[in-house]
């Protein structure tokens, strides 16, 4: 049944549910989001995804992080509200993912038996920054994961992780509602 991997799947399930309640900042996000990383962490080191094993590892220190940031993040230690970065923060976001994106690429391709060591390398560090900016609420997570996923439902379908290829494809559909729904939320307390 085209070999279906049983981490992959479970992966698959709790990932869309996860992003699902993301977008809705639902804060079950986070607990959702952990057992998807967990069996994703399986499934990328036996399809030889080593960087994006490792971002998976760091996705249950986020999770944890971002747990804690939506319900204590904000003021006064209160609920954390959606918000954007400023021109600078920008600029650092994309700054971080490129210089994360040649030293990962540079020990994968080194070191490994990697499979596609700088793409996936890219796609991590970029991931990273992403995850970053969603425990912060803020609203540019959105165009990053769009862009970054939009690339992983390549790497995934030529790696012949076709579910994973498509979770990914979905994960493009959660991210265009994420920022709408956000960015009606940035707009009401900004009012």
Request: without cysteine; charged residues 10%; positive net charge.
């Amino acid at each position: 049944m085209f070999g279906l991997n049983l981490f992959e799947v479970i992966g698959t399930v709790s990932g869309i549910l996860g992003v699902w309640l993301a977008a809705r900042q639902n804060v079950w996000t986070w607990p959702v989001g952990l057992l998807s990383v967990i069996v994703y962490t399986i499934f990328f080191f036996q399809i030889k995804l080593y960087a994006d094993m490792w971002l998976q590892v760091f996705y249950i220190g986020a999770s944890l992080y971002g747990w804690y940031e939506w319900l204590h993040g904000g003021k006064n230690k209160s609920e954390l509200h959606v918000s954007t970065l400023p021109s600078r923060g920008r600029l650092l976001a994309v700054l971080t993912g490129g210089i994360l994106t040649l030293v990962l690429g540079f020990l994968f391709q080194t070191y490994t038996d990697a499979h596609y060591p700088v793409l996936d390398s890219a796609l991590a560090a970029y991931s990273l920054v992403g995850q970053f900016l969603l425990t912060r609420k803020k609203i540019e997570n959105w165009i990053l994961w769009f862009v970054v996923d939009v690339a992983y439902v390549g790497l995934y379908w030529v790696k012949g992780a076709y579910l994973t290829a498509f979770l990914y494809f979905i994960f493009l559909g959660l991210a265009v509602q994420g920022f709408v729904l956000w960015r009606k939320e940035l707009k009401a307390v900004r009012a």
